[in-house]
C-alpha cells in the first residue's frame, strides 16, 4: 500500500472534520484522477483520492463536475478547469503571461510581502497556504522552516509545481479542506478574480487563519484600469482576433488560442469580467467576512515609493480611450490587500 503522511492542518472540505484513514475506498476512475487509494474523513465518509503525490480533496460540488463536465462551461469552475487543462502544455509561458507586471516584480513583491507579513507574529513550521496557486513558483521564496501548501483547482497546474516542499492539494478555494486556525498565512496571487463566491473564501480563510495571522491578495483587476465607456469596450474586444492571431504564430497567449478558450477565460475570470475591484469594494467585502484592512495598494509597489507608473500598451490604449490618465497610479490596472482577522 501506498504510505500516505496525512498532513495536521488537512480538514474535511464538507464536514470540516480532521480525522482521515487511509482507504482503499477511494479508488478514482475519473479522467485525470485514476488512483486506487487515498483517505477516508472519519466524520463523513467522504472520500479523496491520493494522485501523484497530490490530495484531492474536492468539494462535493467539485467531485460532480469533475466526474459530469458540463459541456458549455457556463458554471465558473467548470471554465477554470477546463482553462488551465488547455494551458497545461505550455505552463512556463503561461505563468509570464499571467503576472501583469512581470514575472521579477511579482517574485520581489511575494518575497516583501511574505516576510513582513512573517517578520511578527509567526514562528518555525508556521503553515503558508498558497490558494489559486497556479505552478508556485515563488513557493519556495519562504524560510526553510515553514510548511508550504499549494492550492489549485486545476491538477495539471498542480503536477507542474516544482517545489518538492509544498504539500500539493487540489481543492476548492470557496471550501478550503484546512483546520480551523491551522494557518499563518494565506497568499492568493491574481487568483480571486477567479473566485465567484468571494464571502465563501473570506470566511474560510478568517476560519483556517491563527489570530496572528495573515491574508495577502494580489495583483487583482482594479475597476479603473479596465475598459470604460463604449469606445474602450470596442477596442478591448478588439484584442481577441489579434491575440488569436499571435497564439498561432507561438507567441504565447495562452488564453486566446481559439474564440472558445477566450470565452471560457472570460467567464472563469468571473471579476474581471464583473468589473474588478476598488479599494472600497474590496474593504467592504473583508469586513463583511470577519478580517480588517492592514494596508491596501494600487500597483505592483508595495511600498508605494511611485505616484505614476509606465503603462504597458494595452493598459496605455484601454484607459485613454475611457479618458482616463494611464500614467496615474490611481488608475493602476492592479490591486492588493493585506488583511488580517478582525478582533471578535
Ligand atoms: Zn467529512
Sequence with gaps: MTFIDVPHFLACPECQGVHFVISSRAACRFRGFETDIGIMCETCSRVFPFVDDIFVMWSDELRELVASPDAMCVNVKSANLRVYDEVARDHQGHVKQSTPHGHTDLLRAYRNLVTSLYRSNVGPKSVLADIGCATAEEIDCIPADWQAVAIDISMSNLRSVVSRRAIKIFGDAERLPLKAGSVSAIVCFAAIHHFPHLHQFFRGCKRVLTTRGGLLVAMEPHSRGLPRGPLAAFVFFLRKPLYRWLARLGFGNHFHTDAEIQRLNDIAEVQRSK????????????????????????????????????PSLKHLIITSLSLRNPFSLLNSPSISVLAAPADD
Excluded at 298 to 307: A, I, R, S, V
Design 275 to 310: 468589473g474588478g475591484f476598488t479599494k472600497e469594494s474590496l474593504t467592504a467585502l473583508l469586513h463583511s467576512c470577519g478580517l480588517k484592512i492592514v494596508k491596501c495598494w494600487l500597483g505592483p509597489d508595495f511600498y508605494n515609493q511611485k505616484t505614476w507608473v509606465l
